[in-house]
């Protein structure tokens, strides 16, 4: 049986990355692509917990924060899930086999699948959040005995736009899995829900007396979720959110990333959501 | 080593112990500098430059500011002359000891791409050179000690600063006068050196006499100390330099009220005062570049023409400016309101929280250097006193 | 063994503590009733006098634009109300609401139900607050939606 890494820093000089390589490129939907990266020159392979991130360099380019999509009991191959829309991510997309890429981390917070362990684990993922959020449910699916109820409600903008789709065929096909899928449009072939994440909540079958709730997507998504996670009774300290803000040293020593007094790098990225009020929601904080 | 660094100092048997105090002469302030040198160090203090007093190497007594004083306020720097010729009778200029320290620009790493792969290999220039600060105010020595905190003090330790810091050596000069724009009473910081520093220094300019009264702080100070020419230090010496604390402390020209000034800063997130410094802030930066203790830092990776040859840049940045909170589709932080309540906010509230204290000393340099004279005091007293005015017109809703 | 309407009602979160005689008026209005999967439940511009409480299956409220086909908007699930407009005028329904899957619901006479309002305004009070809440919900999901947070950066 695998077991949780601490989350902690591998490399001696935080802002040095280490050499990987390119294994694939996968093209995941629209400006999502996935890249799996191998150590360059036989090095050691770098356990990480899910949830956190890396920061991963194009030679000339820059740098950029990504989340570890992968499994986390199969390090030996890291794998990110990108979304371009800058000019670094692009640059990644460009990215194929063989290519040097800097990784270093893992950097921030983890999913409290530990904590979580006894409980009903509710998964909420909106658009790219799912990936995140991956690595989590991973760990949960491979120590299945030690949760109880375990649900993933994931929205997307259209069909086209679904992650993962072929593994969320597989978890939907699963006795010990609810997985619900929803779009914020469709066209009428869609024979799936339509409508916001958020409306799966009510109905789904989980405990909230005893539920945990991972919640990963954009912060307005992340807020109507936890309150309908409220609504539904679950307890505020039982919600954890992933935030995001801007980066640069990724180890709490730029301030680029502060989020009221948190670090988003160190302190987070994934926080209990109780400990981000007041700050969470407010304007321009 | 470093005093600052270490709380416990020993003694050695016939030199100098910390808390030992002694009186040099310009003579022995001269001999100062080459004890230094000969140690290997590169002496850095105050000296006048485009009509401000900086910190850059000084070679000799002769390079510091003798005679001069400034006169600062909100936007607002000028120096003039003494009617004596005090060596630091001054308060602050422009510069802080953070640009020897948490350096301004910092190559991080070299890579080099050739067929073989990426090669990565350290951006630094060899050995960390070994730096002697004179001069340092004791809101210095707190602002040094509050960067040792966010630098050495967290999970992650800036290598670059830790190498510096402990090849540094502090003389500080306690202040005999404070500018309009020094608060640190308010922020205990001064205006007298407690510790931090190697040696502290003491001017005494009476009937004709100028000398210094020097404190040992560290055993390395009391090594540097034993080389000095000097005298025990009498009676009227310790009077004459607890006098001139007493001229700072009630010269002071400004106060912060520090009362719940986090939970003050955290609950008025909201408050219309941030609009209001908004119509005069131009988000200039210069309030973030003169503060001694601000440490935003962005990291730059840049290559050549070629593309086969890239290095990563540290240098200052600062939370004013724009792309400062860019996250993908925008900023965060757009409005100009915003930004200065996210400084002030950090400053004053949130450094509590990240590392045990206030992250402001009471300097006032960014009082002085804001062309627009924003004044730090100033603005949180306006907070208060709308959130006082807040809460009692405020009906039976709950806080 | 047949099910009583009213008990069926009565368990229903949307009609929970609707009291007599009110619950006895909106029975007298009720009837089961099945669509095919492809059906239309009402279409847009139809006269809007029923609503439906699915039981089984799913729904989806569709427009058409004339470029792109039918768009879903959104699909109802059980145990939800399709359809608002038998309550406020022009009594004309907007969108179309087709069944995705075979759907069996309830199908409260919406017609009888606003006349029986008119005379009895406690009725009146208690239909309309709960379509309100279903609107205001629907609302919300939809302000949400049109953020588009998914979509690209601006």
Not at chain 2, 253 to 278: D, F, H, M, Q
Not at chain 2, 289 to 318: I, K, N, Y
Request: aromatic residues 8%; hydrophobic residues 40%.
């Amino acid at each position: 049986m695998a077991t949780l890494v601490e989350p902690r820093l591998i490399a001696a000089d935080p802002m040095r990355p280490a050499p990987y390589v390119v294994l694939q490129n996968s093209r995941e939907t629209g400006d999502t692509f996935t890249l799996h990266l191998a150590p360059a020159n036989d090095r050691r392979v770098h356990p990480f917990a899910p949830g956190q991130f890396d920061m991963l360099y194009v030679f000339g380019v820059g740098e950029a924060p990504i989340s570890i999509s992968g499994d986390p009991a199969k390090p030996e191959i890291l794998v990110h899930t990108v979304r371009a829309v800058g000019g670094v991510t692009r640059a990644m997309q460009k990215l194929s086999k063989g290519h040097w890429v800097g990784v270093r981390g893992p950097f921030g917070s983890a999913w409290p699948v530990e904590q979580a362990q006894g409980h009903d684990v509710v998964i909420v993922a909106g658009g790219i959040g799912l990936a995140p959020l991956r690595p989590a449910l991973y760990h949960v699916l491979l120590h299945r005995g030690q949760y109880g109820r375990v649900v993933l409600l994931y929205g997307a903008r259209t069909p086209k736009d679904i992650l993962f789709a072929r593994e969320l065929r597989e978890w939907r096909s699963r006795f010990d899995l609810e997985v619900e899928v929803t779009v914020d449009r469709a066209a009428a072939e869609w024979q799936g829900a339509v409508g916001v994440v958020t409306r799966l909540i009510g109905r789904s079958p989980f405990d909230p007396a005893s539920a945990m709730a991972f919640i990963c997507g954009p912060e307005v998504m992340i807020r109507f979720t936890s309150m309908a996670l409220q609504d539904r009774g679950v307890a505020d300290p039982n919600i954890f959110i992933s935030m995001e803000r801007n980066m640069k040293c990724a180890v709490g020593l730029c301030g680029h990333c502060q989020f009221g007094p948190a670090f988003v790098c160190k302190d987070g990225p994934v926080f209990r959501y109780d400990r981000t009020l007041p700050f969470f929601g407010l304007r321009e904080v | 080593m470093a005093a600052t660094l270490h709380s416990e100092v020993v003694g050695v048997a016939g030199a100098m112990t910390a808390g030992e105090r002694m009186v040099v002469d310009q003579r022995g302030l001269s001999a100062l500098f080459g004890v230094l040198r000969e140690r290997g160090f590169r002496v850095l203090g105050p000296t006048v430059r485009d009509g401000a007093i900086v910190y850059d190497e000084i070679r000799s007594v002769a390079d510091l500011p003798a005679g001069w004083t400034d006169q600062q306020e909100g936007g607002r720097y000028r120096l003039t002359r003494r009617d004596d010729q005090a060596l630091f009778g001054y308060a602050v200029g422009p510069h802080s000891w953070k640009r020897f320290l948490h350096v301004p620009l910092l190559t991080l790493w070299r890579a080099r791409r050739d067929p073989q792969g990426v090669h990565i290999e350290d951006g630094g220039d060899g050995a960390t050179p070994r730096q002697a600060f004179i001069g340092v105010r004791p809101c210095e020595l707190a602002a040094i000690a509050v960067q040792d905190r966010v630098f050495l003090g967290g999970p992650h330790v800036d290598p670059g600063y830790k190498a510096r810091r402990e090849a540094s050596f502090v003389v500080a000069v306690n202040c005999g006068q404070a500018a309009s724009t020094c608060f640190c009473a308010s922020m205990k910081t001064g205006p007298q050196a407690c510790s931090g520093f190697d040696l502290a220094l003491t001017e005494l300019l009476t009937d004709g006499r100028h000398a210094f009264l020097v404190e040992v702080g560290s055993p390395q100070g009391a090594e540097v100390a034993t080389a000095l020419p000097s005298e025990r230090a009498a009676a009227e010496d310790l009077a004459a330099a607890a006098a001139a604390t007493r001229r700072a402390e009630e010269g002071m020209g400004r106060t912060l009220e520090t009362e719940g000034l986090k939970e003050l800063l955290y609950r008025n997130c909201e408050s219309p005062r941030w609009e209001e410094v908004a119509g005069r802030c131009l988000a200039c930066t210069n309030c973030t570049m003169v503060c001694p203790t601000c440490f935003c830092a962005t990291v730059e990776d840049v290559t050549d023409l070629t593309g086969s040859e890239a290095e990563r840049v540290r240098r200052w940045d600062s939370c004013f400016s724009l792309e400062f909170s860019y996250v993908h589709g925008g900023s965060v932080r757009t409005s100009v309101g915003a930004r200065y309540r996210q400084w002030i906010t950090h400053k004053l509230a949130a450094w509590q929280d990240q590392f045990g204290t206030s992250g402001c000393v009471g300097c006032g340099r960014c009082i002085t250097w804001c062309p627009a004279g924003i004044d730090i005091t100033a603005e949180v007293r306006a907070v208060r006193d709308a959130d006082e005015r807040r809460r009692e017109t405020r009906d039976d809703r709950e806080l | 063994m047949i099910e009583s309407f009213e008990r069926i009602l009565a368990d229903h979160p949307f009609f929970r503590d609707l009291r007599e005689p009110h619950l006895a008026i909106v029975t007298g209005c009720v009837s089961n009733v099945k669509f095919g999967a492809g059906e239309f439940l009402f279409r847009n511009g139809a006269p809007a006098d029923r609503f439906y409480v699915v039981r089984q299956g799913r729904v989806a409220v569709q427009a058409f634009a004339p470029a792109q086909g039918a768009i879903t908007i959104e699909t109802i699930e059980e145990g939800e109300v399709v359809g608002w407009s038998w309550l406020f005028p022009p009594y004309t329904a907007h969108f179309d609401a087709r069944a995705l899957t075979p759907v069996r619901a309830l199908s409260l006479d919406g017609a009888c139900l606003r006349a029986k309002c008119e005379e009895d305004p406690g009725l009146g009070y208690q239909l309309t607050k709960r379509f309100a809440q279903v609107v205001v919900q629907r609302l919300e999901a939809t302000r949400v939606q049109l953020l588009d947070l998914y979509g690209d950066a601006r």
